[in-house]
């Protein structure tokens, strides 16, 4: 299957910074992201929340508490009120507008987080012209068909668990018809079973769908996904990535910063 996303149109494998690398930098912050382009990624992983009027902002988390010490939840607080909060080590929560301008020639997963989010993030995109250099999933489903219904058939999306589970049942030999999704991006094991298998890996090969693990932070476990052949690794640690890639010959850096 051809790849018209500028998202996948990069050389394997990709190197992913999840939430910006929030084991190297604050997480889901400009500093973590700055922190991934210095360091030479093209890509990044980030979590997308909507306030009570509609502004799609940066967060994991549905309340404040643990990366703010402050209990309230994001869907209560209008932007105004949300842009006078800071964290723990002083930064502010980004808006999704804001990242796609500050960095406009990063490619950037959105995982939607709650449901009233797929409007403004779907708004946001469209108005930085950003939809060829992202891609989005959710754990619901409906999440996800919510954005695609918005921003159309050239938007890069991976599917919930029905979608991953049919791929993975692919890798038994029950069969597929060709997926409407280009990209899956999974766990190595979810609940105690294995998920990226040399099986599942042929599956995806075989039905043109690029394999995207998260999170991945120690050095075994990368090597051994990358001699699997995967599409991309998402980690908490970029440095740790990009270095191993780079004793690897495989590191594909940013040009404008390699």
């Known amino acids: 299957m051809s790849a018209p996303h500028r998202f996948l149109a990069h050389p394997r494998p990709l190197a992913v910074a999840h939430r910006g690398g ?9 500093a973590a ?4 382009a210095d360091l030479g990624y093209t890509h990044i992983e980030t979590d997308v929340h909507a306030t009570r009027d509609g502004v799609a902002v940066i967060h994991h ?18 932007w105004a009120e949300l ?3 800071r964290s723990l080590h002083g930064a502010a929560i980004p808006r999704v507008d804001a990242l796609l ?4 020639d990063l490619n950037i997963t959105f995982e939607l987080k709650c449901d009233r989010v797929a409007a403004p993030l779907a708004d946001a995109i469209t108005r930085a012209g950003a939809v060829g250099r992202v891609c989005v999933g959710s754990f619901s489903a409906a999440r996800t068909a919510a954005i695609r219904g918005l921003l159309g058939p050239d938007l890069c999306w991976s599917p919930a668990h029905a979608g991953v589970g ?5 890798g038994f030999g029950l069969p597929l018809p060709r997926p409407d999704f280009t990209v899956v991006q999974v766990p190595p094991v979810f609940r ?15 039905l043109g769908v690029d394999v995207q693990v998260w999170t991945v932070n120690e050095p075994d476990q990368m090597v051994h996904l ?5 599409g991309a690794i998402m980690t908490d640690r970029p440095r740790v990535l990009r270095d191993l890639l780079q004793a690897r010959g495989q590191w594909q850096p940013d040009p404008s910063r390699a």
């Open 226 to 230: 990358l001699d699997l052949g995967v």
């Open 192 to 206: 105690g079973i294995p998920v990226v298998t040399r099986r599942f890996m042929a599956a995806a090969t075989r």
């Open 101 to 104: 301008a500050a960095f406009p």
């Open 22 to 30: 929030s084991l190297e930098a604050e997480e889901n912050t400009m």
């Open 83 to 85: 842009a006078l909060v």
């Open 33 to 36: 992201f700055q922190h991934a």
């Open 166 to 170: 049919a791929l993975w049942l692919a």
């Open 61 to 78: 988390d549905a309340t404040l508490a643990r990366m703010m010490g402050d209990p309230r939840a994001i869907a209560d607080l209008d």
